[in-house]
């Protein structure tokens, strides 16, 4: 199989781990050309080391390079906004383009649930570190039972949270709650960030709380049974994902109906599913507590490498 060279827009810490996981762990992906903005930037630096052509020019240094019209996929790990403008320059000019930010430009792609329905998008939105590592449960959970309400919390180090992910809080939950909607088959779906500042620094826990119509104990085993195999089917692409411990049920009142649009409304009460969920980084560049980043570009790998499959497919065939 022929590498599909990449280019990453982004030179801080997500674009730079997802360096190294193309370099190290992929065989269908080859580094093209690492895109930032400031010239001393560590991840150039680092780029710079291991033989990767650098610009600190931005988009327009990347479309200046002699490797541009080489490169198929890019990877964009700026911000929301950045994503906007990097777009419109780069999607006229054909190339694939895979957004790490909340931007939300291209139709939502969480690899465990729904990669297959997007491979052939132009641009593909990660969505978010939180909705990455949860939404694959609400969607497990949802195809057993409807889902009327779906509520996560992402609970981050601080340290782990760099100024891109505080500049873009807003979008977070909004981009997330979507996704839990768009994605994972929730009714309504609402998302929380919580940036932790304990030391040492703790590693990524994600609460994942739905409310579903009064369940049996049949249904229950199904939902514990679904939500074990996505486990085990996004740890195949992030190692450190896992269940923190067994699934909980929890019968409720009616007048839990406020969180529930009105069309779904139970009269004689709920159900409320619990997971409790964990990432430990793989530690390849950002530390072992940043399970958030290394979700975010595990799985924007994998959804890289399933694209360059198809192309590489495509080629063959013409």
Known sequence: MTKAKVAIIGSGNIGTDLMFKVMRLSSALEMGVMVGIDPASDGLARAGRLGVETTSEGVDGLIASPQFDEIEIIFDATSASAHKKNAEKLLPLGKKLIDLTPAAIGPYVVPAVNLDEHVDAPDVNMVTCGGQATIPIIAAISSVTPVHYGEIVASIASKSAGPGTRANIDEFTE?????????????RGKAIIVLNPAEPPMIMRDTVQVLTSRLDDETKAAIEKAVVTRVSEVA?????????????????????????????VQTEGYTR??????????????????????????????????????????????
Do not use: H
Not at 178 to 186: D, K, P, Q, R, T
Not at 282 to 289: G, I, N, S, V
Not at 307 to 318: N, Y
């Open 273 to 318: 599913v619990s997971v409790f969920l964990e990432v430990e980084g793989a530690a390849m560049y950002l530390p072992e507590y940043a399970g958030n980043l290394d979700i975010m570009t595990s799985a924007a790998l994998r959804t890289a490498e399933r694209i360059a499959l198809r192309s590489e497919t495509g080629k063959a065939v013409a």
């Open 175 to 187: 981009t997330t709650s979507s996704a839990i909607e768009a994605v994972g088959g929730a009714a």
């Open 236 to 264: 195949d692409y992030v190692p450190g994902y896992r269940l923190k411990q067994s699934v909980q049920f929890l019968d409720e009142g009616a007048e839990y109906g406020v969180l529930v649009p009105d069309t779904r």
